[in-house]
């Protein structure tokens, strides 16, 4: 009995004692997975699997918690072998044990980072933009106000691609072929170069905010030389004075399927030349019928600055149709919230059940956008200054009223005067409405004083 324990301990002991190890014995094949310490460097050892693969690891005595430590050295190649594995220790231990341990305690939290998949960067990345923070106007709202957008392109098309992979895996060439497929319509939908451009700025921003210090979730970013998208060719859809009348009158027919309230939101685009989200969600505190304006706070606008847009006779005529008793003007279904940001390009497109405003008109397709594109043409062709239509539209405007250029840097800092610019949109708008009612046929309005419209209930 005591023959058969002396026989069996010094096997144990030889599998995983402590020899003088050399390169030899990290390329040696094994039939099971072993241990070899080294007797020249304590601490140090080699762990070989089955597949032949050598890896360095040392153990030490964490002093901060009293616990042994595994670090994590290299794996076995001619470039890395003993001598430099020992070398390694060497140089960790003259750091002393407190900050050796640190060390690998650091590497252990890069590991983990380095491990997350996509699914999670996406996720904790969607978390951060739409954190509220206080902006410029003293108001708290998401970090990125467009989260929603940028979190459904992450999960619409980087999520059941690249989801399940580990995020600091990911190369430019994955990147590279999940925008070719978008542009090819393989991943679900229509082909579009638009989707894929989406998805491109979508992921450069969630892979460098993933390789900030601090996260160091990847070494870098994937999406950097890609091979270059195809251009997108811009809507150039303009309404005919036959369209606009076709539409205006249209809009009014009792037997439309869709509500007036949507009807008279398309009127209005049209007449003020505001985008879908700046105009549905008017309030009544935000109509001034002193001086006939409407103030769009920076929130809804694109560009996020006030929008102090004058409203002709006919854009009054309008607003105090749709306004009615309630506090906003472009009311859903219960009148107490406005309506959504859809409803109109829902309205003129229709859907599964009912005939969009298009189809029942007879017009050539067309979206709440090229109402503003209709508006802007015809001013321009009236002969209107471009400056005063480009105000209009609440784009920055690069030239004067003589078409000399202004210095980009003018108006978006120097320049904060309101009052000018509202009696340059004022007479654009103004001739717009002339023109309109003419188009539609409906005789020219007297002078009337704006604060004598209704816009109280």
Same mark, same amino acid.
């Given at each position: 009995?005591?023959?058969?324990?002396?026989?069996?301990?010094?096997?144990?002991?030889?599998?995983? /004692?402590?020899?003088?190890?050399?390169?030899?014995?990290?390329?040696?094949?094994?039939?099971?997975?072993?241990?070899?310490?080294?007797?020249?460097?304590?601490?140090?050892?080699?762990?070989?699997?089955?597949?032949?693969?050598?890896?360095?690891?040392?153990?030490?005595?964490?002093?901060?918690?009293?616990?042994?430590?595994?670090?994590?050295?290299?794996?076995?190649?001619?470039?890395?072998?003993?001598? =430099?594995?020992? /070398?390694?220790?060497?140089?960790?231990?003259?750091?002393?044990?407190?900050?050796?341990?640190?060390?690998?305690?650091?590497?252990?939290?890069?590991?983990?980072?380095?491990?997350?998949?996509?699914?999670?960067?996406?996720?904790?990345?969607?978390?951060?933009?739409?954190?509220?923070?206080?902006?410029? =106007?003293?108001?708290?709202?998401?970090?990125?106000?467009?989260?929603?957008?940028?979190?459904?392109?992450?999960?619409?098309?980087? /999520?059941?691609?690249?989801?399940?992979?580990?995020?600091?895996?990911?190369?430019?060439? =994955?990147?590279?072929?999940?925008?070719?497929?978008?542009?090819?319509?393989?991943?679900?939908?229509?082909?579009?170069?638009?989707?894929?451009?989406?998805?491109?700025?979508?992921?450069?921003?969630?892979?460098?905010?993933?390789?900030?210090?601090?996260?160091?979730?990847?070494?870098?970013?994937?999406?950097?030389?890609?091979?270059?998208?195809?251009?997108?060719?811009?809507?150039?859809?303009?309404?005919?004075?036959?369209?606009?009348?076709?539409?205006?009158?249209?809009?009014?027919?009792?037997?439309?399927?869709?509500?007036?309230?949507?009807?008279?939101?398309?009127?209005?685009?049209?007449?003020?030349?505001?985008?879908?989200?700046?105009?549905?969600?008017?309030?009544?505190?935000?109509?001034?019928?002193?001086?006939?304006?409407?103030?769009?706070?920076?929130?809804?606008?694109?560009?996020?600055?006030?929008?102090?847009?004058?409203?002709?006779?006919?854009?009054?005529?309008?607003?105090?149709?749709?306004?009615?008793?309630?506090?906003?003007?472009?009311?859903?279904?219960?009148?107490?919230?406005?309506?959504?940001?859809?409803?109109?390009?829902?309205?003129?497109?229709?859907?599964?059940?009912?005939?969009?405003?298009?189809?029942?008109?007879?017009?050539?397709?067309?979206?709440?956008? =090229?109402?503003?594109?209709?508006?802007?043409?015809?001013?321009?062709?009236?002969?209107?200054?471009?400056?005063?239509?480009?105000?209009?539209?609440?784009?920055?405007?690069?030239?004067?009223?003589?078409?000399?250029?202004?210095?980009?840097?003018?108006?978006?800092?120097?320049?904060?005067?309101?009052?000018?610019?509202?009696?340059?949109?004022?007479?654009?708008?103004?001739?717009?409405?002339?023109?309109?009612?003419?188009?539609?046929?409906?005789?020219?309005?007297?002078?009337?004083?704006?604060?004598?419209?209704?816009?109280?209930?």
């Amino acid at each position: 009995m005591t023959d058969t324990t002396t026989t069996t301990q010094p096997a144990k002991r030889a599998r995983n /004692s402590s020899v003088i190890l050399t390169d030899r014995m990290c390329e040696k094949r094994v039939a099971k997975r072993v241990k070899i310490y080294d007797r020249k460097c304590p601490g140090l050892y080699v762990s070989i699997t089955t597949a032949g693969v050598a890896t360095f690891s040392f153990k030490f005595t964490d002093p901060k918690t009293g616990k042994q430590r595994t670090g994590w050295l290299g794996v076995y190649s001619p470039t890395f072998a003993v001598e =430099d594995a020992r /070398s390694r220790v060497y140089g960790l231990r003259g750091t002393g044990a407190a900050a050796m341990a640190e060390t690998f305690r650091d590497r252990k939290v890069r590991q983990v980072k380095r491990g997350k998949t996509v699914d999670d960067i996406i996720e904790e990345r969607i978390g951060w933009i739409k954190t509220p923070v206080r902006k410029p =106007d003293g108001e708290m709202r998401a970090r990125i106000e467009s989260w929603e957008n940028v979190a459904s392109h992450l999960r619409r098309f980087l /999520s059941p691609r690249l989801g399940k992979k580990v995020a600091s895996e990911v190369t430019k060439h =994955d990147i590279a072929t999940l925008s070719n497929d978008i542009v090819a319509g393989k991943l679900g939908g229509k082909a579009s170069v638009s989707n894929a451009r989406h998805m491109r700025r979508a992921a450069s921003g969630l892979f460098n905010w993933a390789a900030e210090a601090g996260r160091d979730y990847v070494s870098a970013s994937p999406c950097v030389n890609l091979p270059k998208l195809d251009d997108e060719h811009p809507r150039t859809r303009v309404l005919s004075e036959d369209e606009i009348r076709t539409l205006w009158h249209g809009l009014d027919r009792e037997d439309m399927p869709w509500d007036r309230k949507t009807r008279l939101a398309l009127k209005f685009a049209l007449t003020t030349m505001l985008r879908s989200g700046e105009l549905l969600p008017i309030h009544r505190d935000e109509l001034n019928a002193g001086n006939g304006t409407v103030d769009i706070p920076a929130r809804r606008v694109k560009r996020r600055r006030v929008i102090h847009q004058p409203l002709s006779d006919l854009a009054m005529e309008i607003i105090n149709e749709a306004m009615g008793n309630y506090a906003y003007a472009f009311t859903g279904r219960f009148g107490d919230a406005p309506l959504s940001r859809s409803s109109m390009h829902n309205a003129l497109r229709g859907n599964a059940k009912t005939k969009g405003i298009c189809e029942l008109l007879g017009l050539k397709p067309f979206t709440p956008h =090229d109402l503003r594109r209709t508006a802007a043409t015809m001013c321009g062709e009236l002969g209107l200054p471009e400056s005063g239509i480009s105000l209009c539209l609440d784009h920055q405007s690069s030239k004067d009223e003589n078409g000399k250029p202004l210095p980009a840097i003018t108006n978006r800092v120097y320049n904060l005067a309101t009052r000018n610019r509202v009696a340059k949109k004022r007479a654009v708008l103004d001739a717009w409405a002339v023109e309109l009612r003419r188009i539609i046929g409906e005789p020219p309005v007297k002078a009337i004083d704006r604060s004598e419209l209704r816009l109280a209930a």
